[in-house]
């Protein structure tokens, strides 16, 4: 009995693709996020300061 070629796989649509791709650099975009939330909070802290100290003037 002659054997059936298998089909080969279906390519994965791009929504699956992106997710794939997205997952595998997350450790890096989340450490992107706290660099970013570091240097917002940073700044805010130091406009603040800004502001005490010259209404302290």
Same mark, same amino acid.
């Given at each position: $009995?002659?054997? &059936?070629?298998?089909? +080969?796989?279906?390519? +994965?649509?791009?929504?699956?693709?992106?997710?794939?791709?997205?997952?595998?650099?997350?450790?890096?975009?989340? $450490?992107?996020?706290?660099?970013? /939330?570091?240097?917002?909070?940073?700044?805010?802290?130091? !406009?603040?300061? !800004? /502001?005490? &100290?010259?209404?302290?003037?």
């Amino acid at each position: $009995m002659p054997s &059936i070629p298998a089909r +080969p796989a279906p390519r +994965p649509g791009p929504l699956t693709r992106f997710v794939r791709w997205a997952a595998s650099r997350r450790r890096t975009a989340l $450490m992107h996020l706290l660099r970013g /939330v570091c240097y917002g909070t940073g700044t805010a802290l130091a !406009g603040v300061l !800004g /502001v005490w &100290i010259q209404s302290r003037l």
